[in-house]
Antibody
């Protein structure tokens, strides 16, 4: 069974940065796009962005709400996807899920909570 | 305000059938496949339906999906208390170059 394990969440002050990691296993990581989806407390799902596989150029797409602040990267040799979050705002507070695939998203990690507060 | 529109809640009795709608536009549902996700309380979402009407391995045939024009529908028959969850539709929006989700529908099995 595919495994996705997020790490790096926690409490951070507004304006600061945080990097999340997603360690994947039990599938050929380099063959798939990887996405990040977040869910604010008590709210619905919000797509953050994705990174395509190297076969498709390794290019990225982002939600309008995070463009210019967030960056997704990947290390295929380690089967890890990253979400670098800069200039964090209080409205970025959410559980961040690492997911396999662009669409459909066929596997989700358990999520890591990011709280942006002073 | 979500790009895709879902009813906030639906309810039905055990054993009954329920449908959840997802309305979009020509730039999203009208031109791309729709997938559906189930999120049980306190857990991560799970893929329920992909490519409008396909079920991943392990998803019972009580769950079905359909699409017509710019709308999609999730159907659940033989409702069980374990189906109580939030359900989300999702697709790609070519105008936004982004994945878009519906606001979610809370299913209550009375």
């Amino acid at each position: 069974e595919v495994q996705l394990v997020e790490s790096g969440g926690g409490l951070v002050q507004p304006g600061r940065s945080l990097r999340l990691s997603c360690t994947a296993s039990r599938f050929t990581f380099g063959d798939y796009a990887m996405s990040w989806v977040r869910q604010a407390p008590g709210k619905g799902l919000e797509w953050v962005g994705l990174i395509r596989s190297k076969t498709y150029g390794g290019t990225t797409e982002y939600a309008a709400s995070v463009i210019g602040r967030f960056n997704i990267s990947r290390d295929d040799s380690k089967s890890i996807a990253y979400l670098q979050m800069n200039s964090l705002k209080t409205e970025d507070t959410a559980v961040y899920y690492c997911t396999k695939g662009g669409l459909p998203i066929d596997y989700w990690g358990q999520g890591t909570l990011v709280t942006v507060s002073s | 305000q979500s790009v895709l529109t879902q009813p906030p809640s639906v309810s039905a009795a055990p054993g009954q059938k329920v449908t959840i709608s997802c309305s979009g536009s020509s730039s999203n549902i009208g031109s791309n496949y729709v997938s559906w996700y189930q999120q049980l309380p306190g857990t991560a979402p799970k893929l329920l339906i992909y490519d409008n009407n396909k079920r991943p391995s392990g998803i019972p045939d009580r769950f079905s999906g359909s699409k017509s024009g710019t709308s999609a529908t999730l159907g659940i028959t033989g409702l069980q208390t374990g189906d109580e969850a939030d359900y989300y539709c999702g697709t790609w929006d070519i105008s936004l170059s982004a994945v878009v989700f519906g606001g979610g529908t809370k299913l209550t099995v009375l």
